[in-house]
Every structure is written in structure tokens, then in C-alpha cells.
């Protein structure tokens, strides 16, 4: 099932941000998605999925908004580190 979320504005939003309506839509949807991987409450996967971009470009585009491509925590990457130092 599809759910669908309305967000109001005015053309002088668009007009002061110089956008489109779909830039202004597809940016929208990209911020949000890219703030719920940061949480860690979506996967880089699910999080370009819900902005409509292919999970490789989502991540590149990650760092223009100060995003991290990686949402691991201190705690595991030490894990992901001592995992690869066994090999």
C-alpha cells in the first residue's frame, strides 16, 4: 500500500529557493529520507527508495547536506574493524 504526505507552500518558497516545483518535491523527499538514514531509522537502500534515487547515487549525494555516508557509531565500526582484522 502507497501512503502520501501533502506538504503546503507558496510560490515565494519556490521563488526564494529558486526551484521548481518537482526540484522542490524531489528535494523534499531526499532531505527527509537522507535525515532518516542518518538516524539510523532507514537503510541507505530503504532511505533511496523513498527519494526515488538508485542507493549508490543517494549515498554520493549525501555529503552536499553534511551527511555521512556511513551511520555507523564509534561502537561499530571498532566491530566492523576487529571482524575484518580476523581474515
Known amino acids: 500500500m502507497q501512503h502520501h504526505q ?3 507552500y507558496g510560490d515565494d518558497l519556490l521563488f526564494s529557493l529558486g526551484l ?3 526540484e522542490f518535491a524531489a528535494e ?3 532531505l527527509l ?7 539510523g531509522r532507514l537503510t541507505s537502500g530503504q532511505a533511496a527508495k523513498l527519494c526515488s ?4 547515487n543517494f549515498l554520493l549525494s549525501l555529503p552536499r547536506i553534511g551527511v555521512s555516508l556511513s551511520n555507523l ?3 561499530d565500526v571498532e566491530t566492523e ?3 575484518l582484522g580476523r581474515e
Do not use: W
Open 28 to 30: 523534499a523527499r531526499f
Open 6 to 8: 501533502t506538504i503546503e
Open 20 to 22: 521548481s516545483r518537482s
Open 53 to 56: 534515487m538508485g542507493r549508490v
Open 33 to 39: 529520507a537522507a535525515k532518516l538514514f542518518e538516524m
Open 73 to 75: 557509531g564509534p561502537e
Open 81 to 83: 574493524l576487529s571482524f
